[in-house]
């Protein structure tokens, strides 16, 4: 079952974006990373919740979307989010934040996709502009931004090709496809 959620847990980049996520969900979904592992259980991370479009938008135009398809500017009106959580860390409580912020984003992630809901995780970001929109006080560090909604997309797992490329990519269907490298090639002693 957990493999199953896994498998399923692609990013998601397309969405229905009139299929509104209540506030309660987004909530939810924060608790399950408050619920998670912290690093020495410092606890540094503090989150910023949208599901209103005009904020929505907001953060909208402070994000890249897929660095992989450079022609493509991310997803037009009718297929951004829904609702998005913008992970900040406080760095007066632990100096890095990396192992928090992984942990957090994997938790929000799997909570949404057992919820049918599907997401992805941004770190291209402007964080100066989104600073400003959502007035977030100095202390904190713009860490990630992960927007949410009901998938509009098909995403598909495919072994890495003989050339090696992991690079995503879409089908004239606009199938995203997602290599994944063999599990033979990950493990480097038994």
Known sequence: MLEDLIRRNRSCRRFFENEAIPMETLKWLVNLARLSASAGNLQPLRYILSNQPRKNEAIFSCLAWAGYLPDWPGPPAGERPAAYVVVVGDKSRAATLATDVGIAAQSI???????????????????????ESLKIPDGFEIVLVIALGKPKETVVLEEVGAAGDIKYWRDEQGVHHVPKRPLKDLILSE
Request: aromatic share 0%.
């Open 109 to 131: 992630l799997l909570g949404a996709r057992e919820k049918g809901l599907g997401g992805c995780m941004i770190g291209s970001i402007k964080r100066d502009q989104l600073r």
